[in-house]
């Protein structure tokens, strides 16, 4: 029963290829969010979404593209893949605004 | 925009002492502190938050105290034990903009 899931865990890639991460959330929360762990640990967001509503685009390049199907799930899809898009995305959910975030267990994208 | 700093960047202790990691925040609108813990693999997970109209706030052995005028907040973990070994986040968000900015991470290693 995870609560915010992604898949996949693991995903290799070459440069110049499209690929997408899935995430699902089952606590009934109504914002999700995409956010980017570089190789340093640090954690920024990119994306969030409030009710399949787009709420926060923090400066992504548009090869990234969100999509939220209904309040449950939030895509990410990329297009053209770079060697500096290789990093852990982590997807997240709260409940209304200044929740706490529950973050699922991540996608490490490896682009070679 | 939000900035927050955190140190230190890495922090070892002995099993039984406590440790505290300090974080500093740059917009005085903000009002909801959270703090994560990131296991090796994991996502992070909340620990422990608090708003800004609380001083401080205890669970167990660990506690976080909120300073608004200097803007820095701390975490104080008391009789550390080897599985409190982990990435620590703190992070602030002003809930108007409903977006969560994360400091750099504090490695704490436990040692038995």
């Known amino acids: 029963d995870t609560a915010v899931s992604q898949t996949p865990k693991y995903l290799v890639t070459q440069m110049g290829n499209d690929k997408s991460i899935k995430c699902e959330q089952n606590?009934?929360?109504?914002?999700m969010y995409w956010y980017k762990q570089d190789s340093k640990k640090f954690l920024k967001i990119m994306f969030s979404?409030?009710?399949?509503?787009?709420?926060i685009n923090e400066t992504v390049p548009n090869r990234f593209s969100p999509k939220s199907p209904d309040k449950a799930h939030l895509n990410l899809h990329i297009n053209s893949l770079e060697l500096g898009d290789s990093a852990v995305y982590f997807c997240?959910?709260?409940?209304?605004?200044?929740?706490?975030?529950?973050f699922g267990s991540g996608t490490r994208l490896t682009v070679v | 925009g939000e900035n927050v700093e955190q140190h230190p960047s890495t922090l070892s202790v002995q099993e039984g002492d406590s440790a505290v990691i300090k974080c500093t925040y740059s917009?005085?609108?903000?009002?909801?502190f959270p703090w994560y813990k990131q296991e090796l693999g994991k996502g992070p997970q909340l620990i422990i938050d608090?708003?800004?109209?609380?001083g401080e706030k205890k669970d167990q052995r660990i506690a976080v105290t909120l300073n608004k005028t200097a803007k820095h907040f701390s975490l104080h973990i008391t009789e550390t034990q080897p599985e409190d070994s982990a990435v620590y986040f703190c992070?602030?968000?002003?809930?108007?903009?409903?977006?969560?900015?994360f400091g750099t991470g504090t490695r704490l290693l436990v040692s038995p």
């Open positions: 992070a602030a968000m002003n809930t108007g903009f409903q977006k969560l900015v």
């Open positions: 917009d005085s609108a903000s009002n909801y």
């Open positions: 608090i708003r800004s109209n609380v």
């Open positions: 997240a959910s709260s409940l209304g605004q200044g929740g706490g975030y529950t």
């Open positions: 979404y409030n009710n399949k509503e787009l709420i």
């Open positions: 606590l009934g929360h109504d914002t």
